[in-house]
């Protein structure tokens, strides 16, 4: 999966360059994917329109990466689903073992993993 370039969303997606999310937000584009940021207060991400919700996204998505704690994620569930990624992957700090189990359920991969280590490992 490492060469294949994917659409990637990134929730949680932050405009602080010290935040890990908005360094996955780089890494990806750097390592040429297509990224959506999702937060819902900042216009702009990285340099990348953002949108404020995973709502707004009517495209297919391959992958979706959450920097948010599982109370967010949660309620995030029934958009993610309807989105039907290829794989959720939940960063350190985002787990969230309900939406997992559920996301499961519905066919949809997931990874407890980080996103930057993923990258940097082409292991993405």
């Avoid at 990466?65 to 967010?72: F, G, H, P, Q």
Wanted: aromatic content about 4%.
């Amino acid at each position: 999966m490492a060469d294949k370039k994917q659409r990637v969303v990134v929730v949680g997606a932050s405009p602080d360059p010290k935040r890990y999310s908005h360094r996955a937000v780089c890494l990806l584009m750097e390592y040429g994917h297509e990224v959506i940021p999702v937060n819902p207060s900042a216009p702009s991400i990285a340099g990348l329109p953002a949108v404020t919700g995973v709502s707004e996204i009517d495209c297919p998505v391959d992958t979706i990466t959450l920097y948010v704690s599982a109370r967010v994620s949660s309620a995030l569930a029934a958009q993610i689903k309807r989105l039907h990624p290829g794989r959720v992957i939940f960063n350190p700090g985002a787990e969230n073992p309900s939406l997992r189990d559920d996301l499961e359920e519905q066919g949809i991969h997931t990874q407890e993993a980080c996103t930057l280590v993923l990258l940097n490992t082409q292991q993405f």
